[in-house]
């Protein structure tokens, strides 16, 4: 297939590139391709089996890289929210309904359209901690002088491993992992789930702390709080101390982690356009750990190596 011939799409933060024909969209990923196709529709095919609206596979090439999906167009839930600020509060509302939805899915496994099993694995605290590093693997060395790395590296590390600890739930939830209003689509109507391919059993409170305190969308404390209680309004049963401590924390590990993806965007693939949500998601985990006893430990040490000044300023 001549990939010229159709219309490229805005991309995203993985390898792959989309293209638009007259009635589907075109993935083609030259890189992590299990991942970025195999995965993703296999992840797809779990959403549509529960009932919920993703990406239909029209057809696929695997050998050449690339797959052929349903077309939801252009219409995402954050486009639709810059636009119209006004139903903000009842768009969310939704949006709690359908995470209510994909945390009610069980199916484990699934067939590939290459007719292998794939088993959704489990989000560990060691996986949690390894995405956590990546602020120390690129975020670090791009902003900190190198006689205080070693150190501040160790200091970090440890309190990472402090708060990891501190979870209260297991990992039993399915979680879509990138859960935003960017992955949100709207079609006839209805909500559709896009990139979904991280999908994992884990933390029941992982997805909520993406949707709320999104690096993208801009939202006031008073909302965030008016969604987060929302979610425990229709979850009645669920120990609400204990999902506010893993809410929290899930939080700040993930706006780091983001700190360090979007560093290595620019250094190693050159996409600079992430650069500039650095100072929000700095913004995002200081919201959450300002008067906050388990992130004393936490605080002492990013108030020592990270001004306010670089924060604020991070695209230099």
């Not at 890189?31 to 009932?51: M, V």
């Not at 899930?250 to 500039?276: C, E, H, P, Q």
Request: glycine share 2%; with cysteine.
């Amino acid at each position: 297939m001549n990939l010229n011939k159709f219309k490229p799409l805005s991309g995203d933060a993985s390898f792959r590139k989309f293209y638009r024909n007259k009635k589907n969209i075109i993935i083609f990923s030259k890189k992590d391709t299990r991942k970025n196709l195999l995965i993703y529709d296999a992840i797809n095919k779990i959403l549509i089996k529960n009932k919920i609206k993703a990406p239909k596979l029209i057809s696929q090439n695997y050998k050449s890289k690339y797959i052929q999906i349903e077309d939801f167009g252009n219409n995402t839930v954050y486009l639709k929210l810059k636009k119209n600020n006004k139903n903000k509060l009842t768009y969310y509302k939704k949006i709690i309904k359908l995470l209510n939805l994909v945390q009610k899915i069980k199916t484990k496994k699934i067939k590939t359209f290459l007719g292998s099993n794939y088993k959704v694995p489990k989000y560990s605290k060691k996986i949690l901690l390894d995405e956590a590093k990546l602020f120390l693997e690129w975020y670090v060395p791009k902003k900190i002088k190198k006689k205080n790395q070693t150190l501040l590296r160790k200091k970090l590390l440890l309190a990472l491993k402090n708060l990891i600890n501190k979870i209260k739930f297991s990992s039993k939830t399915f979680v879509h992992r990138d859960f935003h209003v960017s992955n949100l689509m709207i079609k006839n109507k209805k909500l559709c789930i896009i990139d979904s391919q991280d999908a994992v059993f884990g933390n029941v409170s992982y997805d909520l702390a993406s949707l709320i305190d999104d690096v993208r969308l801009k939202t006031s404390i008073g909302f965030k709080q008016n969604i987060f209680e929302e979610y425990i309004k229709t979850n009645k049963k669920i120990n609400a101390a204990n999902f506010k401590n893993d809410f929290e924390i899930l939080s700040v590990l993930r706006n780091l982690k983001i700190i360090g993806i979007f560093t290595r965007l620019s250094i190693r693939d050159n996409k600079d356009n992430y650069l500039k949500l650095i100072p929000y998601a700095w913004k995002l985990i200081e919201q959450r750990i300002e008067k906050n006893k388990k992130f004393i430990e936490l605080k002492i040490i990013l108030d020592k190596y990270f001004s306010k000044k670089l924060r604020n300023n991070d695209e230099n």
